[in-house]
């Protein structure tokens, strides 16, 4: 593992390289991960791959000083700067590969630029569809505000979502997930940077649509069939009738990125 830093917007972006191939492609985690999750694929397609995983805003070794906005524009020049730092060059396009949140980044990428992606593979990508709360949080400014005093003062909240398990309306894993990142007020904080930073990244199904059409991109979703967080119906309506788009379905959960899957992640690469 390469591991270097770049600066920009007086912040100082981490990122890992893995893999010696000709083809490049640029990695996103998942929220509250780190970019050196993607290094097991280094062992299936590092001779054909070079990975250049990218960890983001408030997360592991990025230490980001630009404020609450964080655009797509933003990461390309970021992927620029990293791609020069690491003497890697390419000229056939790129390959983007996203986890979860770093799905969703994904996907906003190739609809902000698809002339410079020739391939993307979205495993498990949030973004798919609306989420009432997500979109109020951070996409109005009554929300964004109501979200960061709960994040300081989530005491009604957590009664709420009591409310909702007793009645049936969440499931196990939506309130273990939602106790996991809220029960810990340092964690609550991070929630608040990192959901506001990244709220640019919007897929778009028209857009997605579109670039994807426009511009021949080999897109492969990858979802875990027993996965209660991001369900593998929402991709419906991206994919169908795109025959460059393609659907595996794993026998697990959310967390795809584990050794007995990584081979069949691989795989997903053209």
């Known amino acids: 593992m390469l591991t270097r830093f770049i600066s920009y917007k007086n912040s100082e972006i981490c990122f890992h390289i893995y893999g010696?191939?000709?083809?490049?492609?640029?990695?996103?985690?998942?929220?509250?991960e780190d970019a050196a999750t993607f290094e097991p694929l280094q062992h299936f397609i590092g001779d054909t791959y070079t990975f250049l995983c990218i960890n983001l805003?408030?997360?592991?070794?990025?230490?980001?000083?630009?404020?609450?906005?964080?655009?797509?524009q933003d990461l390309f020049a970021i992927i620029d700067l990293a791609l020069a730092e690491g003497g890697i060059t390419t000229t056939a396009g790129i390959t983007l590969c996203g986890y979860s949140m770093g799905?969703?980044?994904?996907?906003?990428?190739?609809q902000s630029n698809p002339e410079k992606i020739n391939q993307a593979v979205l495993i498990a990508p949030d973004g798919l569809?609306?989420?009432?709360?997500?979109?109020?949080?951070?996409?109005?400014?009554?929300?964004?505000?109501?979200?960061?005093?709960?994040?300081?003062?989530p005491a009604w909240f957590f009664a709420l979502v009591n409310i909702g398990k007793a009645m049936g309306l969440l499931n196990k894993s939506i309130v273990k997930f939602v106790h996991y990142y809220l029960d810990d007020k340092a964690v609550r904080?991070?929630?608040?940077?990192?959901?506001?930073?990244?709220?640019?990244?919007?897929?778009?199904?028209?857009?997605?649509?579109?670039?994807?059409s426009a511009h021949t991109i080999h897109v492969h979703f990858i979802f875990g069939a027993h996965d209660r967080i991001i369900l593998s119906k929402r991709a419906h309506p991206f994919a169908t009738g795109l025959p460059m788009v393609k659907q595996t379905i794993l026998p697990t959960g959310h967390s795809?990125?584990?050794?007995?899957?990584?081979?069949?992640?691989?795989?997903?690469?053209?």
């Open 20 to 32: 010696t191939g000709s083809r490049v492609a640029v990695c996103f985690h998942g929220f509250g």
């Open 189 to 212: 904080a991070l929630l608040y940077k990192r959901w506001t930073t990244l709220r640019k990244f919007n897929p778009s199904k028209k857009r997605f649509r579109e670039a994807v």
């Open 57 to 72: 805003p408030y997360h592991a070794c990025t230490v980001w000083n630009g404020g609450l906005t964080f655009t797509p």
């Open 103 to 110: 799905g969703r980044i994904a996907l906003g990428l190739l």
């Open 129 to 153: 569809h609306t989420n009432f709360w997500y979109f109020m949080a951070t996409q109005t400014a009554p929300g964004n505000w109501l979200f960061k005093v709960t994040m300081q003062n």
């Open 256 to 270: 795809l990125l584990k050794e007995q899957h990584i081979k069949n992640i691989a795989a997903a690469f053209c």
